[in-house]
């Protein structure tokens, strides 16, 4: 049923019919969260969170819409280079990229336009690529994500890190804006514990 729908519209459906039973009593909820394409004017993306909380008994669900106009992503290695471009060719809103150096910025903004490039070998026209990297905007200052609508971390997989980085996004993203991870090995619970709003701290892959 999911492929005659939107995707935003199929992944939450499939949140509907997947079996409660085939998820372990120890998840105490879960969240499912869409970056939608829109077509209003002030902005052309949304967020569309989802929390189930299957484990309750009572099926609670909760859906919340929000629109995005800006992206904040921490770290513009490998990973974070991929995650900028991957949101600047699909979304239309401003990407505030954080590294911790101007030599790590330009490391990062060569990443992203390798990728770019790859991209107008494939026939995108120069156009298109240009308003991709015009969303980009680069800084040293993690206080400059204080405007995200949506914070996102793609550092390098060490827990202390990550944890004084989350610290610092949780006193300057207000709630309940979502704070992201894109870590693949270590708990989102010991990363969120470094936050007071440890219930919006999400683990996210692209």
Same mark, same amino acid.
């Given at each position: 049923?999911?492929?005659? /729908?939107?995707?935003?519209?199929?992944?939450?459906?499939?949140?509907?019919?997947?079996?409660?039973?085939?998820?372990a009593e120890s998840c105490a909820g879960?969240?499912?969260?869409?970056? *939608?394409?829109?077509? %209003?004017?002030?902005?052309?993306? *949304?967020?569309?969170?989802?929390t189930e909380r299957r484990n309750s @008994?009572?099926?609670? #669900? +909760?859906? /919340? /819409?929000?629109?995005?106009?800006?992206?904040?992503?921490? %770290?513009?290695? $490998?990973?974070?280079?991929?995650?900028?471009?991957?949101?600047?060719? +699909?979304?239309? #809103?401003?990407?505030?990229?954080?590294?911790?150096?101007?030599?790590?910025?330009?490391?990062? !903004?060569?990443?992203? *336009?390798?990728?770019?490039?790859?991209?107008? !070998? +494939? @026939?995108?026209?120069?156009?298109?690529?240009?308003?991709? $990297?015009?969303?980009?905007?680069?800084?040293?200052? $993690?206080?400059?994500l204080a405007a995200a609508d949506l914070?996102?971390?793609?550092?390098?997989?060490?827990?202390?890190? +990550?944890?004084?980085?989350?610290? *610092?996004?949780? !006193? $300057?993203?207000?709630?309940?804006?979502?704070? #992201?991870?894109?870590?693949?090995?270590?708990?989102?619970?010991?990363?969120?514990?470094?936050?007071?709003?440890?219930?919006?701290?999400? @683990?996210?892959?692209?």
């Amino acid at each position: 049923r999911s492929l005659r /729908r939107s995707l935003p519209s199929g992944l939450l459906g499939q949140c509907d019919i997947f079996p409660s039973a085939w998820v372990a009593e120890s998840c105490a909820g879960y969240q499912v969260v869409v970056l *939608e394409r829109t077509g %209003g004017e002030a902005s052309s993306s *949304e967020i569309v969170q989802r929390t189930e909380r299957r484990n309750s @008994g009572t099926g609670a #669900c +909760k859906l /919340r /819409r929000w629109n995005v106009q800006v992206i904040g992503l921490v %770290g513009g290695g $490998l990973m974070g280079a991929g995650i900028a471009f991957a949101i600047a060719s +699909k979304l239309d #809103c401003r990407i505030v990229l954080r590294e911790v150096s101007a030599e790590a910025i330009s490391a990062a !903004r060569r990443r992203i *336009e390798s990728l770019v490039e790859r991209a107008a !070998r +494939k @026939g995108v026209p120069a156009a298109e690529t240009d308003s991709w $990297l015009s969303r980009i905007q680069y800084t040293t200052e $993690l206080d400059a994500l204080a405007a995200a609508d949506l914070a996102i971390e793609a550092v390098y997989e060490n827990l202390d890190l +990550k944890r004084q980085i989350f610290a *610092e996004l949780d !006193r $300057l993203v207000p709630p309940p804006r979502l704070l #992201c991870s894109n870590t693949s090995g270590i708990s989102i619970s010991m990363i969120s514990g470094a936050t007071r709003n440890p219930e919006r701290v999400i @683990g996210t892959h692209f």
